[in-house]
C-alpha cells in the first residue's frame, strides 16, 4: 500500500508544459522508462465504481528529487499524483496490481513467471468462461505492443489486456483455458464469479463456493 494525493489533471488543450508538481515542470525532465517501476492501483479520480492504474516515476538527479504517480483516467486524460501520507485528507491508497495469465516467455526460461499447466478435469471450466465472457464486456480494454503467442500451439493469440479493478489478464487468456485445459488461479476464479454475479444481479454463482 502507499498513499497518493491527485496533484494534476490534464484534460485535452493542456500543454504538457503546464504540468507543474512541487514546483518542477516535470515533463521538462527526461526519465528512465526502463527503470523498474511499481503499479499502484488507486479509486478513479473521477467515478467511483471504477480504478485508475498508475505508474511511478522517480526522478534523482543532482538538480531535481521527484516521484510521482502518473495515469490515463479517460481518453486524453491524464492524472497526475504526488506521495502523500496517511494524514493527508486527500490521501487515496495505491494497491499492488494483481495479474492472471501472464506467462514467462520460454518453458526453460528462469522467471518467476507461471508456465501453463493442464487441468482438464476441472468442473468450473464451463461456468467460469461464461462469467468471463459478462466480465470482459465491462472491463477496461489495454492495448500491447505486440502481438502474443499461444505457449502451447503457438497461435496468435490476442495483443491487447482486459483490466478491472485490480486485475490485469492478457484477452489470449480465454484460449488457454476453453482449448488447453487450464485452471485459473484460485483467487482470479473467485474475482471474476463476484463480477459476473454483481453485473448479473445475482449472488447464486457456484464459483464463489
Ligand atoms: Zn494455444
Excluded: K
Excluded at 496490481?97 to 471450466?125: D, I, M, Q, Y
Aim: hydrophobic content about 40%; overall charge negative.
Amino acid at each position: 500500500m502507499s498513499g497518493w494525493r491527485l496533484a494534476f489533471v490534464r484534460t485535452p488543450g493542456v500543454s504538457v508544459c503546464d504540468v507543474v508538481l512541487n514546483g518542477v515542470v516535470v515533463h521538462a525532465l527526461s526519465w528512465d522508462w526502463s527503470q523498474p517501476r511499481a503499479y499502484p492501483v488507486v479509486q478513479h479520480p473521477f467515478e467511483t465504481d471504477r480504478t485508475c492504474w498508475l505508474h511511478v516515476i522517480e526522478i534523482d538527479t543532482v538538480d531535481v528529487q521527484l516521484a510521482f504517480a502518473m495515469g490515463d483516467a479517460e481518453d486524453d486524460v491524464v492524472v497526475y499524483y504526488l506521495p502523500a501520507d496517511a494524514g493527508d485528507p486527500n490521501v487515496v491508497q495505491g494497491r499492488d496490481p494483481l495479474f492472471e495469465g501472464h506467462w514467462r516467455a520460454l518453458e526453460a526460461e528462469a522467471s518467476n513467471l507461471p508456465w501453463p499447466r493442464a487441468e482438464p478435469e476441472w468442473s468450473g471450466r464451463d461456468e467460469f468462461l461464461a462469467a468471463l465472457e459478462h466480465v470482459e464486456v465491462r472491463a477496461e480494454v489495454v492495448d500491447y505492443r505486440g502481438l502474443s503467442h499461444c505457449r502451447v500451439c503457438s497461435r496468435v493469440n490476442g495483443y491487447r489486456a482486459f483490466r478491472l479493478d485490480r486485475w490485469e489478464w492478457p484477452e489470449g487468456f480465454r484460449h488457454y483455458v476453453e482449448d488447453h485445459g487450464q485452471r485459473p488461479t484460485e483467487a482470479f476464479v473467485r474475482f471474476i464469479a463476484a463480477q459476473a454475479a454483481w453485473l448479473l444481479g445475482s449472488e447464486t454463482s457456484s464459483l464463489l463456493g
